[in-house]
């Protein structure tokens, strides 16, 4: 028994349902970049920062908050694109191991850190070129820390002690 081809009808049945199944696929893909670029911006207001000479002539960005209260920022790291965590309470710029290995930071000593989590070891380091926005200081302190998975960068104050900080609302402004 031979099957017959089919009619002009389901050929065109079936191109609209294929048409139908590609116009979802699209729309999902769609949404989901959409709530992907919505979901970086809650966590990272401060994606596109603008830096600008104030009046005393210093560099000055201003950083808002993310919904948790933190000022997460883009920058630079011996020209490796990097996302800092601004931390008063580290001492040092800490970087975890697996974006230090990244940047190409070499290990120093070894030494104990106390952090809210308890003593941790890690090793000293030291950065030719940290940057946020139009701020830029050479040769500053930092630490490799090999007990953390996420990818944020303590900015810790190894950084923040050649800038002048000033904590209004939910806005962080460093001047420098």
Known sequence: MQSKPPSNDEQINNI????????WIGLLGMLTL??????EKEF??????NTQLNPQGQQELQLVANRQGQYIVNGFINSTKVTFLVDTGANDVSIPEHIARKIGLPKGRQ???ETANGSAYGYKTRLATISVGNIQ????????NPNVKFDEILLGM???KH????????TLTLRY
């Open 44 to 49: 990272n207001p401060n994606t596109n920062i």
């Open 137 to 144: 200081l050479k040769n500053i302190s930092a630490s490799i």
């Open 163 to 170: 800038v002048e900080i000033n904590h209004k609302n939910n």
């Open 111 to 113: 030494v104990l850190f």
């Open 16 to 23: 609209g349902r294929y048409m139908m199944f590609g116009m």
């Open 158 to 160: 190894s950084f923040l």
């Open 34 to 39: 959409f709530f992907y670029d919505w979901q």
